[in-house]
């Protein structure tokens, strides 16, 4: 063999130990892997690896017998390269959704579209509006950083948004100090629908917020059961603002009966307002569940503690408006659309319509399919099932073998999206789970009801819409988790 030959098939072999040591190290670390495939995986590439080497520097002695094995090398460094990048990558996607962020409060100083006012420094003597009691803590944050740019103001305290709002508009107010997590309860009011179109922001004060939704662990994530909540943040902004909680699913899982009940609770849901004091929600106070996401996961975690008398031990935040980021990733998502579920011309989404029966959509369109309600008799109810059926096209979409042609940008999607307290050893444990005992889960489905009305709600100072609790689907929805908690299995309604 001549000395060029020989140093290319030596730094071939040194290549393809680092290669197969990278997949090595990002399994080991990742500890997702089932024990029996990982020493099977790391003793078929030891083997290979062991062979190739002794084949191609002292077995064959013809140069075609060593290119065919310097071929192999380079197809494992391939194989093991990739496989490695894909694990590391998913590993580190799943540390960045489990790492603890600080939670946002983007509050904005809005003046009206047509106004000349340009920057903070042209409201010196001027007259702004804020709330007195609502969002008190970020009101006053955003004042001090203003009187900071040394801006002497006349301040004209309000109870509500909607008296604020209307104040503003009847230009009693040159401009008005509004939290970014209350913009939708404004653009909600019929009065003030155009109010995006019609304001600018002219100045913005960040207000960090720590992060105090701490888990309750359960000792073993794979044999004692546990409740995660599900919220979906209607934040326009990012995963860490907090915003509305849109979507309120309350997941109990039990590993030992594998059974997993799907307990949905609407957002307009008339409930005691419970957080810590640190959260900043008016506490004890009536609202709907929807408001109570303004003042971070935490206080949605504690009402709807309150609310089914349970403990939760995990918190799942998801950023809706991400979801179309993700289904893009995907190529779009298959849905069954039902009759009930179609819309041919939507008042809430101009332009968007869906027909019944089995389509494919892009992320816009699921989307704007997870937030409709206004189109349907069933208002709410109705989009709590669109959720789901949106939701289940991205499960099927993200197991079918094309996941793969698409995974870099769905795993970058996927971190946008999802923010949880589950620890990232805690999601290996039960993708290992998973993995290792391929266990066939009963999925069950409830939700809970009541009725319309129009009552005071303490975020906005003003009455809304909102659905009182029907108690007996309250009753019926803490037996269920209970029965499931406790290994029975739930009655399927």
């Not at 004060?205 to 546990?226: G, P, R």
């Not at 992320?363 to 949106?390: C, H, M, P, W």
């Amino acid at each position: 063999m001549k000395k060029v030959e020989r140093i290319l098939y030596v730094t071939l072999s040194v290549l393809l130990v680092l290669c197969t040591g990278f997949l090595f190290y990002e399994l080991i670390t990742f500890k997702a892997i089932p024990n029996q495939f990982l020493f099977l995986a790391i003793a078929v590439f030891c083997v290979l690896d062991v062979l190739l080497i002794l084949l191609v520097n002292f077995y064959f002695k013809k140069k075609v017998g060593r290119i065919i094995s310097a071929i192999f090398m380079v197809l494992i460094m391939v194989v093991s390269g990739t496989v490695g990048y894909y694990v590391q990558a998913t590993h580190s996607m799943l540390e960045k959704i489990s790492t603890p962020s600080r939670g946002a409060n983007m509050v904005s100083v809005i003046v009206k579209e047509s106004s000349d006012y340009e920057t903070i420094q042209d409201l010196k003597e001027k007259t702004i509006g804020m709330l007195s009691t609502i969002s008190k803590d970020r009101t006053q944050a955003c004042v001090k950083d203003i009187e900071s740019h040394h801006v002497d103001f006349e301040s004209q305290k309000y109870d509500s948004l909607s008296g604020m709002v209307n104040a503003f508009y009847k230009d009693e107010v040159e401009a008005i100090i509004l939290p970014e997590s209350s913009r939708s309860a404004i653009t909600d009011m019929e009065d003030f629908a155009n109010f995006n179109i019609n304001t600018r922001v002219i100045f913005q004060t960040e207000i960090e917020v720590n992060n105090n939704t701490e888990a309750k662990s359960v000792d073993d994530i794979t044999s004692h059961s546990f409740n995660v909540l599900i919220t979906g943040s209607d934040s326009r902004v990012d995963i860490e603002e907090n915003a509305r909680s849109d979507v309120n699913m309350v997941v109990t899982v039990n590993p030992d009966t594998q059974t997993i009940l799907l307990t949905s609770i609407p957002r307009d849901y008339y409930v005691t307002t419970v957080c810590d004091a640190d959260d900043g929600c008016q506490n004890g106070s009536m609202d709907k569940l929807t408001h109570t996401g303004m003042n971070g996961v935490n206080t949605t975690k504690m009402t709807i503690e309150n609310l089914l008398g349970i403990e939760i031990n995990y918190t799942f935040k998801v950023g809706f408006d991400s979801v179309t980021e993700v289904v893009n990733a995907l190529g779009g998502i298959d849905v069954n659309v039902p009759e009930e579920a179609a819309v041919a011309s939507s008042t809430q989404t101009k332009g968007f319509s869906i027909a019944a029966g089995q389509q494919h959509i892009d992320g816009k369109t699921a989307l704007n399919f997870s937030r409709e309600r206004y189109a349907y008799v069933d208002g709410d109810r109705q989009r709590t099932r669109n959720q789901q059926i949106v939701l289940m096209g991205i499960i099927d979409a993200v197991t079918s073998p094309s996941v793969l042609m698409n995974y870099t940008s769905l795993l970058e999607a996927l971190g946008n999206t999802f923010e949880t307290n589950l620890s990232s050893d805690e999601i290996a444990s039960l993708v290992q789970f998973q993995l290792d005992r391929n266990p066939s889960w009963k999925i069950e489905q409830y939700m809970l009801d009541g009725t319309g009305d129009s009552l005071m709600c303490a975020e906005l100072g003003t009455t809304a819409y909102v659905m009182i609790p029907d108690q007996a689907t309250v009753k019926a929805a803490k037996q269920k988790i209970s029965d499931v908690l406790h290994a029975d299995t739930s009655t399927s309604e």
